[in-house]
Structures are given as structure tokens and as C-alpha cells.
């Protein structure tokens, strides 16, 4: 404590704390959150979601969610759908996601069990692109003979007749091009390599990183603004076209881009501070369905066999999800003058799906601007996009066709409750190292170790750790003060021109 600090100076102020209420008990470090819905499940995948997340002793959420958007990124390769009756709004139905949890909480082997799939689908379509190399060589060794020799042919009309029309002979040696390789996921590219992919995959790609921190963080630079700019599109889908110098340019007819991973709930809330300070706050994080589940339960030794035949349906499913097309959804399409078909295939709700999705929407865009902030306003204000694709994935993963069904609709509306909570809770991640700094300075000051009165230089000069910032000591001081755990006096200044001090004592109560 500063020599200059008068106590009787302290008790003489004109501050009364003779009557202060009891402390209340800080506020827990992050908000609760809704465990994950298996009833909201589709009957393919629950069986092995359930399952997997036994046999690893991890929450069903890591197993759940990623095969989730797996599946609803095979669904948006074959149709959308349009959520009102009559307008031409069309969700696309890609969705991205983050699973978060802290080191050891099985985040990697959940991943890899709930994409197995998926990834099946990757190997064999390249495999079977490997097996067809040797006939692309030849084919492509074939075109150039051909080019060659009716090189020779229009060389020798000309030298017979210079003004001969060779051009039609010319155009029948068009070289030949591989045809593109089909690609259903994506781990580590370039943005450039990512948008050439998908200009060869015109129906959609998934994006999958085990760890997304490093991506996020890449992309928050701000020479990163161009790739930044690409996958804020390719979440949306559109057009998007590359102008390189000598690269030309490439047109992607509709840019859509799925996307999971996992990330550690700290580098998760500095990415939300950052966003909260005006750094990288474009919507990126926003457009994320979290899932951060709290840790499982008591652990237990699960050494069982796998159930093969929840397995093999999942990976039935998938297959069929694969092999879909518009005829067999009994999709709609729009159509020119001509009656040509045109756009993206899609379906519509049926009457009574409709019905329950205007009423959440009605009640959904009335509550939205009363959301605490305009970061959380911005991430609730996605549901028009999630809930949607959530509702078409859920509808064509179960195996229906023809409209989106009122089953599929309260499923996705159940998901959306619980992926709302964890929005909740990421936006209210910012605070949590607040919390923490309030806890750890409080049973300081409780054991006296920085004796009846100090100041927040006193707290910094001890170099506690996680206290030792003035912005983080600052925050824990407030909150103490607020819950009444500390008193707040501020001491005039005893030099012309000085400040005042203010002084912190403890105000009773022995735990937070």
C-alpha cells in the first residue's frame, strides 16, 4: 500500500458503507447450454452417433454435428429449397461448423469417425479418377497427333492455294483436357486452389480442418482480405470469378463451400474478442453453428465391438445421398420462356412445415433486434440460412422426397434451440477471462495478500499471472465491485494538480 494514502483520509470521506448489501456470487465463466437433441436426429445416423460417442467416451455433439453438415453437403450438390411459398429466396444448403472442447476431450477421433463416410466417398472417387489416368494420357496423346497432322494437312492446302480456307480443318484438332477430378472434400488449400476445385466441382466441396484456429487467424490478416472475401462468398454461393495475370480468368457459376472443424474454446474467444474490437468483424465467426458441449459425464472403459449395422447404414445412406438427382427428389426447377430448365433445382415446404416455419420466423425476426449486441444480432440473424438447410438436410437424409415435411421442420427447428445456446455462449465467451481474473484477485485479496487497502497498481506490481494487464485487472476489479465483494473509494489528490487514487478494501463474504 502507498505511503501517500491517508487511512483516516479513507474513513473521513463523505461515502457511506455502513449499510452495504451481502456480495452475490460472480457470474459462472461461461453460460449454460443445451445438451445436444438425439431425438432431432434422422433414424440413418442416430444409431452410430450414438454409438461412436459411447465407444470414445466423448459428447454425442463431436459426432453429430460434423456428420450432420457431411451429409447436408452431399444434399446441396443435388437441390436447395426455397422457404417461402411464392419467392424465389433459395437456401442453399451448406452449412459450416465448429466443434470446440478442450485438448483431450477425443474432438479428432469424433471428427474422423463422423466423416469415415464421407471420406469413403473422396477415396473412391479417386481411385477410380487414378484408374482412368493411363486412358487420359493416351486419349491426350491421341488429340496432339490429331493436331499435328491437320497442321500438315492445312499446311500443304496452303502452299497449294494461300488464300484456302483452313479454319474449319484447324477446329477439329481441339487439344484434348482431362476431364476434372470429382472431389467431395477439401483439408488444405489456397483460397485460388480452393476456388479452381470448385470451379471444376461445380456442385460443391466440404472444407475440413481438424484444428480451424490456424485458418481463422490466417484469414483475419489483413493481407488476407481477398481469401477472406472468397469464403465469406462461398458461404452465401453466387458467382465468383478470378482475374489473375497470367492466369486469365476463372468463373465459378455458384461458389459453395461447406465447412467443419474443430477449435479449443480459448483461441475461440480471443477470435471473438478480436471481433468484438472492430479486428476482422465481417461476419465470418457469425456464420458458424457452434457447438461447444460442456465435458461429458464420469468416464468409463468402453471396449466393445462397433455396431456394424448402425455402421453399414450410415454408410448406405451416404452412398444414396451421393447417387441423388432432382427426378428422384421430386424437385422443382425454374424454366425459360423456351421451357428450358434453368438455376438450382429445389424443393419447397408442405403446408404444414410452412406454417410452422413462418411462425418461428415471425417470432424469430422480432426478437432478433433485441439481441445483446450487435455481434450476436449478426450471428442469430444466419438462422434465416441455417435453419432451412438444417430442415432440407434432416428431410432428404431421412430418405423422404417432394416437399420438406413438418417432421423434418420441428427437427431442425429443436436444432436450432440448442445451436442458439451455444451461440449464446460463445458471444459471452469474451467475459470469461474476466471472471477468471475476479476469482483468482478475490481469494488474493482473502488471504491478505495484499493487505486491507490496495490500489490496481498494487495488483499489478505482484506480476500474478493472469494479472498483470490493465485492461484484465481493471475488468476484475469492476466486477468485484459490482457484486460487492470489494468497496470503491476514491482519495483526493495531496499535490496541486494530482489525481486521485482509488482505493479497493474487501467488503465481506470468504468465497466467490
Known amino acids: 500500500m502507498s505511503a501517500m494514502l491517508d487511512l483516516e483520509r479513507i474513513n473521513g470521506l463523505a461515502k457511506s458503507t455502513a449499510a452495504v448489501s451481502p456480495p452475490e456470487p460472480l457470474p459462472p ?9 438425439a431425438a432431432a436426429l434422422p433414424c440413418t445416423l442416430r444409431p452410430w452417433i450414438e454409438d461412436v460417442a459411447e465407444r470414445l467416451q466423448c459428447p454425442p455433439d463431436f459426432v453429430a454435428v460434423p456428420m450432420l453438415v457431411a451429409g447436408a453437403s452431399l444434399v446441396a450438390r443435388h437441390v436447395g429449397l426455397r422457404p417461402q411459398q411464392r419467392t424465389p429466396w433459395t437456401a442453399r444448403g451448406n452449412l459450416w461448423a465448429l466443434i470446440v472442447g478442450r485438448p483431450g476431450m477425443m474432438k479428432s477421433p469424433a471428427l474422423a469417425e463422423a466423416l469415415a463416410p464421407i471420406d ?15 486412358t487420359h494420357r493416351a486419349a491426350a496423346l491421341a488429340a496432339k497427333l490429331r493436331c499435328k497432322a491437320l497442321e500438315s494437312e492445312a499446311t500443304k492446302l496452303l502452299r497449294k492455294d494461300p488464300a484456302a480456307d483452313v479454319a474449319a480443318l484447324l477446329l ?8 476434372p477430378r470429382p472431389r467431395y472434400l477439401v483439408s488444405d488449400a489456397t483460397y485460388e486452389k480452393l476456388g479452381a476445385i470448385l470451379f471444376e466441382n461445380p456442385a460443391g466441396v466440404l472444407s475440413v480442418r481438424d484444428e480451424v484456429r490456424g485458418l481463422l487467424q490466417d484469414l483475419g490478416r489483413e493481407e488476407s482480405a481477398p481469401a477472406r472475401g472468397f469464403y465469406l462468398q462461398a458461404w452465401s454461393g453466387g458467382r465468383y470469378t478470378f482475374d489473375r495475370i497470367g492466369r486469365g480468368t476463372l468463373t465459378i457459376p455458384d461458389a459453395l463451400l461447406s465447412m467443419v472443424g474443430g477449435i479449443q474454446p480459448g483461441p475461440l474467444a480471443e477470435l471473438m474478442r478480436l471481433a468484438r474490437m472492430g479486428k ?25 465391438w462397433p455396431d456394424s449395422s448402425a455402421r453399414r447404414l450410415v454408410f448406405d445412406t451416404f452412398d444414396r445421398l451421393d447417387v441423388l438427382t432432382p427426378e428422384s427428389l421430386a424437385a422443382e426447377q425454374d424454366k425459360t420462356k423456351e421451357g428450358e430448365p434453368y438455376g438450382r433445382p429445389f424443393l419447397r415446404f408442405d403446408g404444414a412445415a410452412l406454417e410452422a416455419f ?27 440460412h441455417h435453419v432451412p438447410s438444417l430442415a432440407l438436410a434432416l428431410h432428404v437424409i431421412e430418405g423422404d422426397t417432394g416437399p420438406v415435411s413438418l417432421k423434418a421442420t420441428l427437427r431442425a427447428l429443436t436444432l436450432a434451440g440448442y445451436f442458439e445456446s451455444h451461440t449464446r455462449r460463445l458471444h459471452s465467451s469474451a467475459r470469461r477471462a474476466t471472471v477468471q481474473a475476479a476469482r483468482k484477485l478475490l481469494a488474493k485479496v482473502q488471504a491478505g495478500q495484499l493487505g486491507s487497502e490496495f490500489t490496481a497498481r498494487d495488483v499489478q506490481r505482484k506480476d500474478w499471472g493472469s494479472l498483470t494487464e490493465r485492461p484484465v485487472i481493471a475488468g476484475a476489479l469492476e466486477l468485484l465491485v459490482a457484486h460487492r465483494w470489494l468497496l470503491e473509494t476514491e482519495v483526493p489528490a495531496t499535490t496541486h494538480g494530482g489525481r486521485p487514487t482509488v482505493v479497493y478494501s474487501l467488503a465481506g463474504g470468504t468465497s466467490s
Open 29 to 37: 465463466e461461461l453460460p449454460a447450454v443445451e445438451a445436444f437433441p
Open 120 to 134: 469413403r466417398l473422396e477415396s473412391r472417387a479417386s481411385h477410380e479418377y487414378a484408374e482412368q489416368a493411363a
Open 172 to 179: 477439329e484438332g481441339d487439344e484434348y483436357e482431362d476431364p
Open 280 to 304: 476482422a468483424d465481417d461476419g465470418m465467426l457469425e456464420r458458424f453453428l457452434i457447438s461447444w458441449p460442456d465435458t461429458r459425464g464420469e468416464w468409463k472403459n468402453v471396449d466393445r
Open 358 to 384: 413462418t411462425e418461428w420466423r415471425c417470432e424469430f425476426e422480432a426478437e432478433l433486434h433485441k439481441s445483446e449486441g450487435e455481434g450476436l444480432e449478426a450471428a442469430l440473424s444466419k438462422f434465416r
